[in-house]
């Protein structure tokens, strides 16, 4: 039987609400990201809670609030203990960007949903990868690998593949094909034929122009505005998509040497860019190569100022300018500020990069762009004064009181309950209160001497022992070089430094922004003060897509290329779902799911996988032939059991039967053409085959873009008339074949030419459909 696999979505699906996915592998139950929405709406949650205490480990795709946003608030509410996975960058800047969120709200509401202690204690359980890493499961989860691969939608973002006993559980949500400054395309490609993949339908519905033209048209927008004299403003996330267009600014602004000022607007600003310089192995090759080869960090950023609080912007000197501040939703933070400030100038732009969230302000906007009237709510702490400060003092003052009275009754009724039950006779600490009776205020007299050691009701016993307190001498190893000392006692752990530089926000120094500590440290009492506006919108919207996602053009060619054996889609709009299942159905596979909040769906795979072992005596006698990096052979065995009830390949008892000559792997005519050249064979190109001496012809067919399913595999012809040429050609072929990481390629050579120089038995690679 194949491995057991059922999804069960928690939340996102049908819709653009946050992902949270329960996956569960032989029965050991994933968390697929523990997304929330910028409304913190604790009733998306509910299904969530209803399985929390069941899962036994959470996987984290991206750093942003809509797949971890609800990872603090599940641990304190929902008892969520499991061990989370993720990258160092995932799990750094998530961090940033649930302070950041915290941050925000606490400055404009009486946020209670959880704290930044909650945010810490979270980020706790985080173990974190590397790409590319097979982490090992051990326990319940025993023989399940999980690795992540680069996703290219943000910093660290992943796809996590899971894999046991040889089939593929791939999730990817929310990956980027392309190449950007940033980061480096997804490789999801490079999987084919996994048993399930788990993927989302986000842009099916939508394409993309080119690179370099959405670049032109975002570059051009804002230097319209700021030569018009106007001021732009960029929405946007905390430490996700902002770090790709920080970069396009930043290039751009040293390539044409402009002095528009540029802000980078969040309360943990300056430790997000601290962190992102520490991640260049994570970006783009081409970030890596220019550190390598100038030593220049593509985040010392020279025309950006980092900010971390509102009053320094106003501090600047009136003029054009161009701020980048979160959120995106401009539901709160700086963003919502500023918009409000400068909505009614018709010289200003609000350019944003990624589509608002169902609900939230800039959703609406974009909706309907103006000009029009918006009602916005402002709301800002402000300190306590006059009677509600001395209210607020004589409140506190009447809980620490009570609080004080409840301690004290505990400790009473404690030390009630244990006096007496561990009297010990002839231990000189304990005094028997039935045979002394002094006044706690009065010395008392023994032996005719006044002895002031009236303490608590404590009275010294008659004896001639003093009472003291035990001591227990500690004694040291010495050897010939002096004290012998353990060196674990002076090395300070590195979960211990982690969390240190959490407390404290996080940055690589253990410094946090000095305005967001403040904040933190502020004790002061205060309140909310909220007033509803209306603003007149005359300031331009537009819209860039910036959110680093493949388009629907793209992800049904991916899918294609990836074949699943079943495919479940989650994610998107119910019109992008059904488009894109639909479109899955008739050219991918024919098994597509995608079902609704709560449903499990069982994707267990069809494929009847059995684990053998190899005998010794088998192997001995296995030739194996080396093509490029790897070494196969053909195997015809007996299958037997083992003394444990294993299954065992065991040597045949009869003579193996012949086998037809078939070759694995795939070759391109070009290299071949090279080769046969450097061999001394005229070779050229003709009327798309390619012609090898005076007789022979190669001819390449079958379709190359439905490579890994089993339509896809390819056919080389040789045509000619059987000659010595005919037979060196064909041996060269043999030799010049190449394995790849997936897909086949099958030699279709006629009967007669078996005789003369016949090939060797066949070569086969596993996952060769036909084979």
Same mark, same amino acid.
């Not at 003093?466 to 000392?485: Q, R």
């Not at 190899?614 to 037997?640: C, P, Q, R, T, Y």
């Given at each position: ?134 982490? &090992? ?201 500023? /918009? ?246 008739? &050219? ?146 043999? /030799? ?17 030419? /078996? ?17």
């Amino acid at each position: 039987m194949g491995t057991s696999v059922q999804v069960k979505p928690l939340c996102g699906v049908y819709n653009e609400n946050p992902l949270c996915y329960l996956v569960s592998v032989d029965g050991f139950n994933f968390l697929m990201d523990c997304g929330w929405n910028d409304h913190f709406d604790p009733s998306l949650l509910q299904p969530l809670s209803r399985v929390a205490p069941s899962i036994d480990a959470v996987l984290l795709s991206h750093p942003d609030t809509l797949h971890l946003g609800a990872l603090p608030y599940a641990v304190k509410q929902f008892g969520l203990s499991a061990p989370v996975y993720s990258t160092e960058p995932v799990y750094r800047l998530g961090l940033l960007t649930m302070y950041d969120h915290y941050l925000s709200r606490k400055q404009v509401s009486d946020f209670d949903l959880f704290t930044l202690d909650d945010i810490d204690s979270a980020f706790q359980n985080v173990n974190r990868l590397t790409y590319s890493q097979n982490f &090992h499961l051990s326990g319940k989860g025993e023989g399940i690998v999980i690795a992540p691969h680069v996703a290219g939608h943000l910093l660290g973002g992943t796809v996590w593949k899971i894999t046991k006993d040889g089939e593929d559980v791939i999730y990817a949500v929310d990956f980027n094909h392309r190449k950007e400054r940033l980061l480096n395309g997804t490789v999801l490609e490079s999987f084919v034929r996994p048993a399930v993949l788990i993927t989302d339908a986000y842009n099916a519905l939508n394409n993309q122009p080119s690179r370099r033209q959405r670049d032109q048209e975002f570059l051009d927008a804002i230097l319209k505005t700021l030569r018009a004299d106007g001021n732009v403003v960029l929405p946007v996330d905390t430490a996700g998509r902002v770090l790709e267009l920080l970069l396009i600014l930043e290039q751009y602004w040293t390539q044409h040497h402009l002095t528009y000022p540029i802000f980078f607007l969040t309360y943990v600003s300056s430790s997000t860019i601290d962190y992102v310089k520490s991640f260049l192995e994570w970006m783009s090759d081409s970030i890596a190569k220019s550190f390598e080869h100038t030593r220049d960090n593509a985040f010392l950023l020279k025309n950006v100022t980092l900010l971390i609080n509102k009053s320094e912007l106003e501090k600047v000197p009136d003029g054009p300018k161009v701020v980048l501040a979160s959120m995106a939703s401009l539901e709160a933070g700086f963003s919502h500020d500023i /918009f409000v400030e400068w909505a009614s100038d018709v010289k200003n732009l609000v350019l944003f990069t990624e589509r608002g969230q169902f609900g939230t302000l800039a959703r609406m906007l974009q909706a309907d762009p103006p000009p029009k009237a918006v009602k916005v709510t402002m709301s800002k702490r402000v300190p306590l004064v006059g009677d509600e400060l001395a209210a607020y003092e004589e409140e506190q003052n009447r809980i620490k009181k009570e609080e004080a009275l409840k301690a004290s009754l505990i400790k009473e009724e404690e030390s009630k309950a244990t006096h007496g039950s561990h009297i010990s006779v002839g231990d000189p600490m304990v005094i028997d209160d039935s045979n002394t009776h002094v006044s706690s205020d009065v010395p008392a007299r023994y032996d005719g001497v006044y002895r002031d050691i009236l303490m608590d009701g404590f009275v010294p016993p008659s004896s001639s022992v003093a009472p003291m307190f035990p001591f227990y001498e500690k004694y040291s190893e010495w050897d010939d070089f002096g004290e012998v000392i353990n060196p674990d006692d002076y090395v300070i752990k590195e979960e211990d430094m982690d969390h240190g530089s959490m407390q404290v926000g996080g940055d690589p120094n253990g410094r946090f922004d000095e305005g967001s500590a403040s904040l933190i440290l502020d004790t002061a009492p205060s309140k909310v003060v909220s007033n509803e506006l209306t603003v007149q919108v005359k300031a331009s919207l537009v819209y860039m897509d910036y959110e680093g996602r493949s388009d629907g053009r793209s992800v049904k060619s991916i899918l294609a290329h990836v074949a699943p054996l079943k495919l479940v889609l989650v994610h998107g709009s119910a019109e992008a779902t059904e488009h894109l299942k639909q479109h899955c159905l008739k &050219h991918v596979c024919p098994h597509v799911y995608a079902p609704q909040v709560e449903e499990t769906i069982d994707v267990t795979s069809d494929l009847c996988a059995y684990k053998v072992q190899l005998s010794e005596k088998l192997m001995s006698n296995v030739l194996f032939k080396k093509l490029g990096d790897h070494e196969i052979a053909w195997v015809d065995a007996e299958v037997g059991k083992t003394d444990s009830d294993m299954l065992s390949l065991l040597p045949l008892s009869t003579p193996a039967p012949p086998h037809k000559s078939v070759f694995v792997g795939d070759i391109k005519m070009a290299d071949f053409k090279q080769f046969l050249a450097s061999k001394g064979v005229p070779v050229e190109f003709g009327g798309g085959a390619l012609r090898c001496g005076e007789y022979v012809t190669l001819r390449k067919i079958g379709d190359a873009s439905q490579k890994g399913s089993g339509a896809g595999i390819q056919q080389i012809i040789i045509e000619g008339p059987l000659s010595e040429e005919y037979y060196k050609i064909r041996d060269y072929l043999g /030799f010049a074949i190449a394995i790849p990481d997936h897909g086949g390629l099958a030699i279709d050579i006629p009967d007669h030419a /078996f005789g003369k120089n016949a090939l060797p038995p066949i070569w086969i690679m596993p996952n060769i459909e036909g084979t």
